[in-house]
T-cell receptor, first 112, second 115 residues
Framework: GQNIDQPTEMTATEGAIVQINCTYQ??????LFWYQQHAGEAPTFLSY????GLEEKGRFSSFLSRSKGYSYLLLKELQMKDSASYLC?????????????FGKGTRLSVIA | DTGVSQNPRHKITKRGQNVTFRCDPI?????LYWYRQTLGQGPEFLTY????????KSRLLSDRFSAERPKGSFSTLEIQRTEQGDSAMYLC?????????????FGPGTRLTVL
């Protein structure tokens, strides 16, 4: 079966750094995505990892370890607008641009 | 605005009625995906198209659900004989087919409430 686990909720302080972890067990693997979703809105793309290591994009970084089935999303210099759900998603086939399997999401609350 | 549009944005219907949703993807994207999302959950895959061909359907997609993409552009998702358990946000996404890093762009969703 397929299993993607991430914490349900996290709280962090404005200006701080927060790390959201994701572990996955899937039948295949062809990339891991992080999406941000504000309440009542569509998910928006944040990052993509297919090889091991760290990808940095502004205040957001994402890390992948394929051997451990593990990823994290790092958010720096937190702002109030970062309060949202963060979705970890995996392509569970070994090739191709196929549908994503999503985790349940981590609801992040940024407080003053 | 990602460029993917969905209509209607909200639909309230009575149990047993049929509903149809429309998705217009980004014009140069040949892949189109339908997902369903309920409160507190991540999106769950329903079905997807490469141009007009339906490539895969999830086990979640019962016989009451049908999706089409007749000309390889917009797509429709129809639910027949709606049930209260069908209440959810229905999300459409599109992407290019080639290239491993091609992310899926999501539309704003259609929120369905079945009374």
């Amino acid at each position: 079966g397929q299993n993607i686990d991430q914490p349900t909720e996290m709280t962090a302080t404005e200006g701080a750094i927060v790390q959201i972890n994701c572990t996955y067990q899937t039948s295949g693997f062809n990339g891991l995505f992080w999406y941000q979703q504000h309440a009542g809105e569509a998910p928006t793309f944040l990052s993509y990892n297919v090889l091991d290591g760290l990808e940095e994009k502004g205040r957001f970084s994402s890390f992948l370890s394929r051997s451990k089935g593990y990823s994290y999303l790092l958010l720096k210099e937190l702002q109030m607008k970062d309060s949202a759900s963060y979705l970890c998603a995996v392509r569970d086939k070994n090739s191709g641009n196929t549908p994503l399997v999503f985790g349940k999401g981590t609801r992040l609350s940024v407080i003053a | 605005d990602t460029g993917v549009s969905q209509n209607p944005r909200h639909k309230i219907t009575k149990r047993g009625q049929n509903v149809t949703f429309r998705c217009d993807p980004i014009s140069e994207h040949n892949r189109l995906y339908w997902y369903r999302q309920t409160l507190g959950q991540g999106p769950e895959f329903l079905t997807y198209f490469q141009n007009e061909a339906q490539l895969e359907k999830s086990r979640l997609l019962s016989d009451r659900f049908s999706a089409e993409r007749p000309k390889g552009s917009f797509s429709t998702l129809e639910i027949q004989r709606t049930e209260q358990g069908d209440s959810a946000m229905y999300l459409c996404a599109s992407s290019r087919s080639a290239g491993g890093g091609n992310e899926q762009f999501f539309g704003p969703g259609t929120r369905l409430t079945v009374l």
